[in-house]
């Protein structure tokens, strides 16, 4: 998978596109500005995140694999690669989240209040 870095102008004063790999490791943080990153992260082989609530209010997007969201009352939710959640539930029971065969890649930004 490639992410595209952006555009940017070069030495010759053209605009160019440069890609590159998602980052090694299972988690890796973007700095955006002073207390705010962008979090890209992929789950291991099938995993399972028993309950739990975010740290923070954000807008979650999956990049490549398949996550299972389950919540106390049933509802279970598959989200493809280009799917996008909002995960505002920092209070209560919270969610479990699943890798859907083998592992899934995801960036989360939080949301300022």
Same mark, same amino acid.
């Given at each position: 998978?490639?992410?595209?870095?952006?555009?940017? &102008?070069?030495?010759?004063?053209?605009?160019?596109?440069?890609?590159?790999?998602?980052?090694?490791?299972?988690?890796?943080?973007?700095?955006?500005?002073?207390?705010?990153?962008?979090?890209?992260? &992929?789950?291991?082989?099938?995993?399972?995140?028993?309950?739990?609530?975010?740290?923070?209010?954000?807008?979650?997007?999956?990049?490549?694999?398949?996550?299972?969201?389950?919540?106390?009352?049933? &509802?279970?939710?598959?989200?493809?690669?280009?799917?996008?959640?909002?995960?505002?539930?920092?209070?209560?029971?919270?969610?479990?989240?699943?890798?859907?065969?083998? &592992?899934?890649?995801?960036?989360?930004?939080?949301?300022?209040?």
């Amino acid at each position: 998978m490639c992410i595209r870095s952006g555009i940017y &102008t070069g030495d010759d004063g053209q605009s160019h596109l440069e890609g590159m790999a998602v980052p090694a490791g299972a988690i890796h943080r973007i700095p955006t500005k002073p207390g705010e990153d962008l979090v890209i992260r &992929t789950s291991t082989v099938n995993s399972f995140s028993d309950w739990h609530n975010p740290t923070r209010r954000q807008y979650l997007f999956v990049l490549d694999g398949q996550m299972e969201v389950s919540v106390k009352d049933g &509802t279970t939710m598959l989200f493809n690669p280009g799917d996008m959640l909002l995960a505002e539930d920092m209070t209560g029971q919270g969610h479990v989240t699943k890798a859907i065969d083998g &592992t899934y890649t995801s960036v989360s930004m939080g949301i300022p209040d």
